[in-house]
């Protein structure tokens, strides 16, 4: 019978700096006896809050089986396992698959939330995702690729909406995604790039998005970046009028604040 009171941690590493952390999950690290981080995301930088004894693994090349493995040892040993995800946990970490593992195995789990980029990118910008009467959406995506979309997600659906969009994992089909983007907002609308936002190498090109591809390659992207679209992008960079919220609206009352006479 596994012990129910050493839960294995999914922990969300954040976008790159270590100081985005969570406290929750830098904890976790100081007392884990094992951490296994996805190499291949992760920086290293990030386990500088791991315990003095703490040991470490990639994941980059291992197998689903293999990871498991090696977490049902540790924990048979009674030792405490971090498995550290990039961003958040639950977007584009694979963690579902492991989980269930886990449920096979009776192995008790929990998960810790963490940043993800499209958020340390808007951030980065001074840039608000949902707007008044601009903007009120924001849809986190990914073309299809290697692994498939389902249909009724399918990039061309989604960017029809027109609403703010943060686009992962697809830098290796720009020509695809420039083509889709051109057609729903337009060449000369503003997007923007989010080259591996917080870490020490991060870049932000601003571009229409009829030079998108032009721009990843001349600047030489090819992975670890965002695509961020949408009218918000926009506002951010130019200086003009927007519509304010009600939520400060002198003239607006709510649960918190009456109406002032104007």
Known sequence: MSNTENKIIFAGA??????LMTIKSMKALESADLVIYAGSLVPEAV????????????SAGMTLDQIIDKIKTYHGLGKKVVRLHTGDPSLYGAIFEQIRELQKLDIPYQVLPG????????????MEYTLPEVTQTLILTRISGRTPVPESE???KLAAIKSSMAIYLSIGH????????????GEKALCAIAYKV???EEQIFYTKIQDLFKTCQDNNITRHALIIVGKAVEASRKNQ???QSKLY???FSHGYRQASEQ
């Open 174 to 185: 720009v020509k695809k995604v420039q083509k889709i983007l051109e057609t729903h907002y």
């Open 249 to 251: 609206d002198a003239g």
């Open 115 to 126: 940043v993800t980029a499209a958020f340390a990118a808007a951030s980065k910008m001074g």
């Open 14 to 19: 954040g976008p790159g700096d270590p100081e």
């Open 198 to 200: 917080s870490h020490p």
């Open 154 to 156: 399918d990039l061309e």
């Open 241 to 243: 009028d927007i519509i």
């Open 47 to 58: 386990l500088c809050w791991k315990g003095n004894n703490t040991e470490t693994i990639s």
